[in-house]
């Protein structure tokens, strides 16, 4: 029997590195805001999928006028988010009650496809963990002692994205510690409360909107995915 399968889309980013007053998940991109892109992607998996949409509690009104804006009518669970990103998943998976899957995404990947969503949870069925990662393209250094530098072999790191998608029961477990400094995302507190990670092909094209630079390459996948 197939697991029960949810999602939680964290969409809690401000407008900063966009140079922005508007929260980039608000941003328009080919007609429509980032955050109702990202979550238009999750209902082409399935749109009977429940979703959680966590926001900053100051912007759930913005969202609500939105919807009205853009006629958006996708059936959402709206929850108010934490102080940090952590507390933020927290409340979303309290709203679970179930056993099975959940996927956890960033409002501000709008480019996720069928096939990685479908995979994430393919993948954590098998192993109760799936991150969606790529390799690295180009050559990096550490800095050390100052202004020197050392070469890494590029082919032992892995940039990470998301969906993370895990057993529900297991990250619920995890995110019971005490939140640390260390946590950037899900897949760290589940590797700090001891289980292991399973990393899945990811995609180049699944960016994070965080400059506008990303917002213009965004613009063009997506106009490339309706040709």
């Given at each position: 029997m197939k697991a029960k399968e949810y999602a939680i889309i964290v969409a809690g980013g401000s407008g900063t590195r966009m140079n922005s007053q508007i929260p980039k998940q608000f941003l328009v991109l080919a007609d429509l805001p980032v955050l109702m892109h990202t979550i238009n992607?999750?209902?082409?998996?399935?749109?009977?999928?429940?979703?959680?949409?966590?926001?900053?509690?100051?912007?759930?009104?913005?969202?609500?006028?939105?919807?009205?804006?853009?006629?958006?009518?996708?059936?959402?669970?709206?929850?108010?988010?934490?102080?940090?990103?952590?507390?933020?998943?927290?409340?979303?998976?309290?709203?679970?009650?179930?056993?099975?899957?959940?996927?956890?995404?960033?409002?501000?990947?709008?480019?996720?496809?069928?096939?990685?969503?479908?995979?994430?949870?393919?993948?954590?069925?098998?192993?109760?963990?799936?991150?969606?990662?790529?390799?690295?393209?180009?050559?990096?250094?550490v800095q050390e002692n100052g202004s020197h530098t050392k070469?890494?072999?590029?082919?032992r790191f892995h940039l990470i994205q998301t969906p993370q998608t895990f057993d529900i029961a297991l990250l619920k477990e995890a995110y019971q510690v005490t939140e640390q400094p260390v946590f950037t995302d899900d897949a760290s507190v589940v590797e700090y409360a001891g289980h292991k990670i399973t990393l899945f092909e990811g995609s180049y094209k699944n960016l994070k909107i965080t400059t506008p630079e990303d917002l213009l390459v965004a613009e063009v996948f997506l106009k490339n995915q309706n040709v």
């Open positions: 992607a999750f209902d082409t998996y399935s749109e009977n999928l429940p979703i959680i949409l966590v926001l900053p509690k100051k912007d759930i009104p913005v969202w609500e006028k939105l919807c009205i804006e853009y006629n958006f009518t996708r059936p959402l669970k709206i929850v108010a988010g934490g102080a940090s990103r952590f507390q933020s998943v927290k409340n979303g998976l309290s709203h679970i009650e179930d056993k099975g899957l959940v996927a956890i995404h960033d409002g501000v990947r709008p480019i996720v496809s069928k096939d990685i969503i479908a995979n994430s949870f393919k993948v954590a069925a098998a192993r109760q963990s799936a991150v969606a990662a790529v390799k690295l393209k180009e050559s990096i250094r070469a890494l072999d590029r082919s």
